[in-house]
């Protein structure tokens, strides 16, 4: 089974970085009108996490609508939600900022790419393609974890109300069934 991909409107920025240190392919929102974001957010079969009554409106087939303020609440939400859990495995797989997957990199490349005491504290480092940040995996998977799991722990503020049955269908922005 192929991971679960997401698709985050322009207000959930800071979620859409958590999703993508968690490893999972997560689409932003940026200048996009709201008809084409979901449009292509269905070509790729992701998840819609939304903020927007307008695009929850649009009952996508997988649209999860997000109440909570704080990006740690939102995670939770959005795993209570979608029946989906944090997966180790993919955990750090992917640039925060760009989406892109990371590759490993040779220790000695990172010499002079991370603060000498991280090279000197760390075996395994990563490298994004697209942007060239180095990434060390030690204390950003922890850290990605950790989160993950406090958000799991403490549960979503609110996050289980039925709020998406108050919204009235409109299925005029995006034509593709
Ligand atoms: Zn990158």
Known sequence: MSAPQFAADRSLGKLAKWLRLLGYDTLAQRGEEDGAFLCRA????????????????????????????????????????????????????????????????????????????????????TKCPACGRVYWPGTHIGRALDFAASALRGGAKGGLRGCQNSITPDTRLCSKP
């Open 42 to 125: 269905q070509e790729d079969d992701r998840w819609l996490v939304t903020r927007s009554r307008v695009l929850a409106r649009a009952r996508a087939p997988r649209t999860v609508f997000i109440e909570n303020n704080a990006p740690r609440d939102q995670i939770a939400e959005l795993f209570l939600k979608t029946g989906l859990s944090p997966d180790i495995r993919l955990v750090f797989s992917r640039c925060a900022p760009c989406n892109t997957p990371v590759e490993p990199l040779a220790r000695e490349d990172a010499m002079g790419a991370v603060p000498d005491y991280v090279y000197s504290s760390q075996e395994r480092f």
